[in-house]
């Protein structure tokens, strides 16, 4: 695998881990493209080729698991949200206590 890729899948793992998804799409879209850059510059039957489909694997199933997470995550705390909205009082408009009609 050369530095570039190394580069580009710290980048992605990177906004994945800070929850930036639109910086994670481009970033998973650019791993994915020089992967497949360096797959086809090999020669058929290349050892390193079977290397980076299974690194490229592994990479990706992290990606799908932390997103998974990160989901799972942000609906609970929905959840909760909605839960302790029902204990909270109604909002009432506050009485006037001020006479205009003295």
């Not at 290397?51 to 199933?61: C, N, S, T």
Request: with cysteine; charged share 25%.
């Amino acid at each position: 695998m050369s530095d570039r890729l190394i580069q580009l899948e710290n980048e992605l793992r990177s906004a994945v881990t800070r929850g930036s998804y639109a910086q994670a799409q481009r970033a998973v879209t650019a791993y994915c493209a020089q992967a497949a850059d360096e797959w086809r510059a090999l020669p058929l039957g290349d050892s390193r080729a079977h290397r980076i489909f299974d690194h490229l694997q592994e990479v990706l199933e992290w990606v799908r698991l932390m997103l998974s997470t990160s989901r799972a995550s942000t609906a609970a705390e929905v959840r909760r949200v909605r839960l302790a909205k029902g204990y909270l009082a109604p909002r009432s408009v506050p009485q006037s206590r001020l006479r205009l009609d003295a």
